[in-house]
């Protein structure tokens, strides 16, 4: 079992950056693949964000490559997700998940096993 606790939401402008931070309890977190999904109001929940176990592969959904970051600690149980360069269209609410799955299954939410519960984030014009 995996919990997973979003923090780093919030409101920024355009052009300005945050760190989301997602913390998760369990001793098998390191076993996981961790990825960042968001969802704004009225459209469906879409794939940001991949990272495999041991943290040797990454992948980005198009919208946000070059912009956003994806890392993992696993001494602290915790992945990242440093968003830079952000616009109004990032706007949303970002959340965590871990599973045993590949990205190509995560962009399509195959293979999800635990979410978190979201974080805010809001970019202004």
């Known amino acids: 079992q995996v919990q997973l606790v979003e923090s780093g939401g919030g409101l920024v402008q355009a052009g300005g950056s945050l760190r989301l931070s997602c913390a998760a309890s369990?001793?098998?977190?390191?076993?996981?693949?961790l990825g960042w999904f968001r969802q704004a109001p009225g459209k469906a929940r879409e794939f940001v964000a991949h990272?495999?176990?041991?943290?040797?592969?990454?992948t980005y959904a198009d919208s946000v490559k070059g912009r956003f970051t994806i890392s993992r600690d696993d001494a602290k149980n915790t992945v990242y997700l440093q968003m830079n360069s952000l616009i109004p269209e990032d706007t949303a609410v970002y959340y965590c998940?871990?599973?045993?799955?590949?990205?190509?299954?995560?962009?399509?939410?195959?293979?999800?096993?635990?979410w978190g519960q979201g974080t805010q984030v809001t970019v202004s014009s």
């Open positions: 369990g001793r098998t977190f390191s076993s996981y693949a």
């Open positions: 998940a871990a599973g045993f799955t590949t990205a190509e299954s995560m962009r399509v939410l195959s293979g999800v096993d635990y």
């Open positions: 990272i495999s176990w041991g943290g040797i592969k990454t």
